[in-house]
């Protein structure tokens, strides 16, 4: 997706800017304009207690770029995004198809037209903001309106059954979500039904916010930024988040800090590649990518 210019909204989509929106917050942090005042107001209180956070939320994006590489490398073609909040630059659609153009143009072929992207948000706005970016390319990327916390209705829309081939790989992307999924709605059980959903040679990647080095006062205030927004925020440790992964097979380095996971494969921001060294909060993402 391009970098989209302002879109005039449904006046048929409701929402309160007063509230905060974590998909909002999160593209403040990532330096967006897809933001309102109360977002500006809750992204700066997070800096106060978290400064290295626009940095970690790069290293997030970067991540997601890593992987989608790494998987690109793999032979995969399809990707299912789930909870892909508001387009920004450099979107798995667009990473996918650079990479198979990159890999064509070594092998000295033209790029197959064999990519597909579906992107699912529960979010309206997001949608709203995603199909009028994917338009004229329905043919290969879709933005679908459903709920993370319903996985089998993702699996049964019909865009998605008309866009991707479960006799295929396919990749599930679960990036910086998980976190908005509280204890008592199961995060552990809802990756669990989408393994259940997929094929072998499948495959999962995921983030999340892990509070492991920050001082308990510090982490309560963090948390108590989103008390008031869209999802309360749920950061687990990497004891926890590892635990996601239960029946599946991990990919080397298995699961790390996000910027250290295959830093070779592209950016990153927080050492390695020449990146300098940033003042550290002890809050990070931590992620991995696994096999069905």
């Not at 209180?45 to 490398?73: A, C, K, M, S, W």
């Not at 209705?153 to 599930?172: G, N, W």
Request: charged share 25%; aromatic share 6%; glycine share 8%.
């Amino acid at each position: 997706m391009r970098r989209r210019r302002s879109l005039l909204l449904p006046t048929a989509v409701a929402y309160d800017p007063r509230e905060p929106n974590g998909a909002r917050i999160y593209d403040y942090l990532l330096g967006g304009k897809d933001n309102h005042p109360a977002d500006r107001e809750a992204g700066d209180r997070l800096v106060r207690l978290i400064p290295d956070v626009p940095v970690q939320v790069r290293e997030n994006r970067y991540f997601l770029h890593r992987v989608v590489t790494e998987l690109v490398g793999l032979g995969v073609r399809q990707f299912i995004d789930i909870g892909s909040g508001l387009p920004t630059r450099d979107n798995t659609h667009e990473v996918v198809q650079a990479r198979v153009a990159a890999l064509a143009a070594a092998a000295k072929r033209k790029a197959p037209d064999e990519t597909r992207v579906v992107y699912v948000d529960y979010d309206e706005l997001a949608c709203v903001h995603g199909r009028a970016l994917v338009s004229g390319l329905e043919d290969r990327v879709a933005m679908v309106h459903q709920d993370l916390r319903t996985p089998e209705k993702i699996f049964e829309d019909e865009t998605v059954r008309k866009l991707i081939d479960f006799s295929q790989p396919v990749a599930v992307l679960v990036i910086a979500v998980l976190h908005f999924i509280t204890d008592e709605e199961n995060p552990g059980a809802i990756i669990a039904r989408i393994r259940d959903r997929m094929p072998d040679g499948c495959y999962l990647a995921l983030s999340h916010g892990c509070p492991d080095g920050m001082e308990p006062e510090a982490l309560a205030a963090a948390v108590a930024v989103y008390e008031k927004a869209s999802a309360p925020f749920t950061p687990r440790p990497r004891e926890a988040i590892t635990a996601l992964f239960d029946g599946w097979e991990l990919l080397e380095p298995g699961v790390c800090e996000v910027s250290q996971w295959r830093p070779e494969l592209d950016r990153v921001d927080i050492g390695g590649n020449g990146a300098p060294v940033v003042a550290r909060s002890g809050a990070s993402f931590v992620g991995g990518l696994a096999r069905r």
